[in-house]
Every structure is written in structure tokens, then in C-alpha cells.
């Protein structure tokens, strides 16, 4: 029933920035917890960052000090900013919702997804 419309994402040289976008539609957004996973090709989805409704988030090590992930509960749409892409960022990404307070790194754990956006950074 619940719906998450992604968008934002593109091509980007190493050293840029993108913005992914996620709009939720059919849940109560404010008492979800929203996370962002990416799987590059062959490899396993893997957990990226997450924010709770309360503003409290996580992230992969990897990415904690170039990415930021924000919310605006009155646009129901949640936000993963990029900064400082490397190529191996390079990654279909996938938004997710997980309708509780406790935020989980493992993707079985969230119940609705988004489309999947390709983020490409060329060397």
C-alpha cells in the first residue's frame, strides 16, 4: 500500500555531489524509519544511511563524513545528500521504510522500497 517515488540521481565526476530524493505516499511517514541501501553490480545490497522520525541517524563508516541524510516530515520525503563522490560509490540506490523506532542496518528489515536511482561517478 505504501509507495516511495525516488529521484535524483545521475552521472557525476569524482569529487561531485548529487542529491537523492524520496517521496512517500500511502504510510504515516513521521513514525517510519527511513534508510537508503545501494548495490553495485554481483555485489549484496548494502546499508548506507538511515534517519528515525525523532532526527537521530546512522551511517556506513565509508560514507559518514561525505553523505548526509535529512527528512522533511511536511513533504513526506526524505534526502540523501552526496558530497565528495568516489567511484565506487558508483551503485543502483534504493530508498527504504521501515515502520519502527529502532534503526536496522540489514535491508530485510525494511518493508517498502523505492525504485532505484543509478548514481555513476566516472574516475
Known amino acids: 500500500q505504501g509507495q516511495l517515488v525516488e529521484s535524483g540521481g545521475g552521472l557525476v565526476q569524482a569529487g561531485g555531489s548529487l542529491r537523492l530524493s524520496c517521496a512517500a505516499s500511502?504510510?504515516?511517514?513521521?513514525?517510519?524509519?527511513m534508510g537508503w541501501f545501494r548495490q553495485a553490480p554481483g555485489k549484496e545490497r548494502e546499508f548506507v544511511a538511515a534517519?528515525?522520525?525523532?532526527?537521530?541517524?546512522d551511517y556506513l563508516d565509508s560514507v559518514k563524513d561525505r553523505f548526509t541524510i535529512s527528512r522533511d516530515d511536511a513533504k513526506n520525503t526524505v534526502y540523501l545528500q552526496m558530497n565528495s563522490l568516489k567511484p565506487e560509490d558508483t551503485a543502483v540506490y534504493y530508498c527504504?521504510?521501515?515502520?519502527?523506532?529502532?534503526?536496522?542496518?540489514?535491508?530485510?528489515?525494511?518493508?517498502?522500497w523505492g525504485q532505484g536511482s543509478q548514481v555513476t561517478v566516472s574516475s
Open positions: 534517519i528515525k522520525w525523532s532526527g537521530i541517524t
Open positions: 500511502g504510510l504515516n511517514f513521521r513514525r517510519y524509519t
Open positions: 527504504a521504510a521501515r515502520n519502527s523506532i529502532v534503526i536496522m542496518t540489514k535491508w530485510t528489515e525494511y518493508s517498502y
